[in-house]
């Protein structure tokens, strides 16, 4: 009895997270608390005595340099290999428009009501239209734009000409600032977004496991 239990939850499951993934995700999402946490140190000094200034920039640098070297790997994972498909599955601007507005109106109202979710969940097409925008707009515009102003404010000298081209220090530091909360957002968000599975952690295991379960 317990072969065929497992071999039924199984086929209620489809294996939507490679390992790769999984691994890239827990090390990222540990890379950006802390970028946060140390983020807000460093502008706070005067509120937060966690560490001191010194050690919250340097902890900030070197998590800093990790979160883009691991950018890079989910950047390599994701052109070399046939997942970039969860990014753009059919390249229809008409019918993503239409998908994404059904699944508007399921965040919107849908869920509360009980419906199901208009996006199916495949293996090469994970992502609802709304989750590959935001995805992509986080991934290929904010994250670049954050890692280059940190860059620039790690070694103003060397950067000096690129500081000088963008307006100034205090822009660069404007730019930074404001993608930092748009990642404070975009982490609470995902939290509750995560939550909203067949159960509270649902979504939160099948980042442990790899599986979606239906």
Sequence with gaps: MEAIQARHNLADMTYIN???????????????????????????????????????????????????????????????????????????????????????QYYSYGIFKGEHSPHQVQPYDKFNPMQRLAYQLIMLTAAPINFVTGLMMWDTQRFANWIAAVGGIRVVDTIHVAIFILFVFFIFVHAYMGALGRTPITHYREMFTGYEEH
């Design 18 to 104: 490679p390992l790769p993934v999984r691994i890239w995700h827990w090390v990222n999402a540990l890379g950006f608390v802390l970028l946060v946490l140390t983020g807000a140190q460093i502008r706070y000094t005067d509120i937060f005595g966690v560490l001191t200034f010194e050690s919250a920039v340097k902890l900030h640098n070197w998590v800093g340099f990790a979160v883009i070297a691991n950018y890079f790997v989910w950047l390599g994972y994701y052109i070399f290999s046939d997942r970039i498909t969860n990014y753009h599955p059919v390249l229809d601007a008409r019918k993503f428009a239409t998908n994404f507005f059904q699944q508007a």
